[in-house]
């Protein structure tokens, strides 16, 4: 992503004004929340804020206030005069594929030390961001489960831990659901390795679909799955746990290859750490397991 910074000279580009591709005007606080939104949807929010700290910090060092800034966003590039900063807005196309971008316009010139100032805010800037991407994009793929694209065992205990500590703190309860596949071993058998492969992603896919937006299913490894789930009471936790069970269950496909689940359930208790809470949804679904399987049962 090209996020570096154009200056352009207002006395060299007149002829351009105002620019045939310009885009909607904003005030220069839609486009302060504009591009926030935009950082905030690749979780850079805190960077968004340093940035309009500097950004600040440079308009009162050169007795300019919010007021001198005028705003607009044009996708690709526009040729504009009395403009000083162009800013690439990352993750924003247009339908033809082109780059937005965020264009300040001073009201006033900025001398050519404002301008190296402004540059150099920029280019800091267009490496934070490039630094931050690449490190989400390593913790997407330390994250990820690459077969089923949900969370893998690192990342559920990443947000176990988050999770718990947001209840410590909220006093907010929440469960656990582990999931394990029953007789999967026989598909992997019977029909090999590749269709068993595919189990497990209708299953990934079965979960994301019957769960709801501030729930989250993650594949703990082979044929184990986790849900963190918004439930505070075994009422809540048995609806959540039967719903997933009945998906499953109701799969014309699963069903063909004669897949079921057991489900051990855990919710919430003040003083359990990860261990705790994990141990007591794997015992339940231990029992489930001796049971027969195709069950649920919560600690
Ligand atoms: N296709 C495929 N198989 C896997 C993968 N990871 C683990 N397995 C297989 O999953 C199986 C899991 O074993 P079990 O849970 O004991 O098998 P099961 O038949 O479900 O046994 P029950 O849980 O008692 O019903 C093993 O045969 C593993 O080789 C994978 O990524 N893809």
Redesign the pocket.
Known sequence: MDFSTTIYDSTQHDNFYPPASTGQALSASEITSFISEILSTLELEKLGEIYFRQLNGFFSLAGLSLSDLDTRWVYGNAKLSSTLVAIPLPGVTSQEGKQATAHYYFAVPLSLSERNALEQLHELFAKQVAQAQSFLRLHQMTTKDV?TGLGNRSGFDQALIRQLGWAQRHEEGFSLLVI?????????DSHG?????N??VHVASQLQQVLRDEDEAFRF????FCCLLDCQTQFQLECAASRIQLSINQSSYLRRMNVSC?LGGAIYREGDDTGKLFDRADAALYKV?QSG?NSYLAA
């Open positions: 077969l394990d596949l029953d007789n999967f071993k026989s598909v992997n390795h590749r269709e068993g492969d189990v497990l490894g082979g044929d184990e057991s397991k399987k």
